[in-house]
């Protein structure tokens, strides 16, 4: 069963216009949420991340809003540039079991591919 | 910056072949990942350690085992390759509260 769910697997968008990426979980465990993007024949590169007890965390183009009673996240990038395109995975943390809380566990999404249309 | 290392950006092996995925990292973490990553299937955690010698099994561990005998080292080892494990496979290191620090993954195809 799928805990951390990306139901768009591509996006287009215009150049210059926002981007909106959505990721829904289900595991009320998990604390603390990430954004990774991902280019081709790379591995993925940390973005943004927001945890629990926040509802939006910004760095410059990229703003994560999280509703927790909806158990929905969202990855806002206004404006989009071509640079944008990739695949990004929304990604979710809780403690990994039998490491005695000392190791949090990540899972990921399916991934979102973003295409920004010149 | 943190590294995290892959060995070999590109692999191809032979089915029944016997194959050592390497990922070494270089900022004393705790914690090391071995995930695969697949088209419309995202990315699924195989094996994880979070101390020397210490390792537990993710989603999808059949097929695969690893080996953590050093901290910075964490393998992943296809014991008889199979084309099913062809794959893009990432390697990740973090310490505990920190986010993932991912290497640039290794693209198996077993033939």
């Known amino acids: 069963d799928q805990q951390v769910k990306q139901n768009s697997p591509s996006l287009s968008v215009q150049e210059g216009r926002i981007s909106i990426l959505n990721c829904d979980y289900t595991?009320?465990?998990?604390?603390?949420f990430l954004w990774y993007k991902k280019y081709p024949a790379e591995g993925p590169t940390f973005l943004i991340s927001?945890?629990?007890?926040?509802d939006k965390n910004e760095d410059g183009r990229f703003t994560v809003f999280l509703n927790k009673s909806a158990k929905h996240l969202s990855l806002h990038i206004v404006p989009s540039q071509p640079g944008d395109s990739a695949v990004y995975f929304c990604?979710?943390?809780?403690?990994?079991?039998?490491?005695?809380?000392?190791?949090?566990?990540?899972?990921f999404g399916k991934g979102t591919h973003l295409i920004i249309q010149p | 910056d943190v590294k995290v290392t892959q060995s070999s950006r590109y692999l191809v092996k032979r089915t029944g072949e016997k194959v050592f995925l390497e990922c070494v990292q270089d900022?004393?973490?705790?914690?090391m990942f071995w995930y695969r990553q697949d088209p419309g299937l995202g990315l699924r955690l195989i094996y994880f350690?979070?101390?020397?010698?210490?390792?537990e099994k993710g989603d999808i561990p059949e097929g695969y085992s690893v080996s953590r005998e050093k901290k910075e080292r964490f393998s992943l080892i296809l014991e008889s390759a199979s084309t099913n494990q062809t794959s893009m496979y990432l390697c990740?290191?973090?310490?505990?509260?920190?986010?993932?620090?991912f290497g640039s993954g290794t693209r198996l195809t077993v033939v």
């Open positions: 990740a290191s973090t310490k505990t509260g920190d986010g993932y620090t």
């Open positions: 595991n009320s465990m998990f604390d603390y």
């Open positions: 927001i945890s629990s007890i926040k």
């Open positions: 990604a979710a943390s809780a403690p990994l079991p039998h490491s005695g809380g000392g190791a949090d566990g990540l899972t």
């Open positions: 900022m004393d973490h705790e914690n």
């Open positions: 350690s979070y101390d020397v010698k210490m390792k």
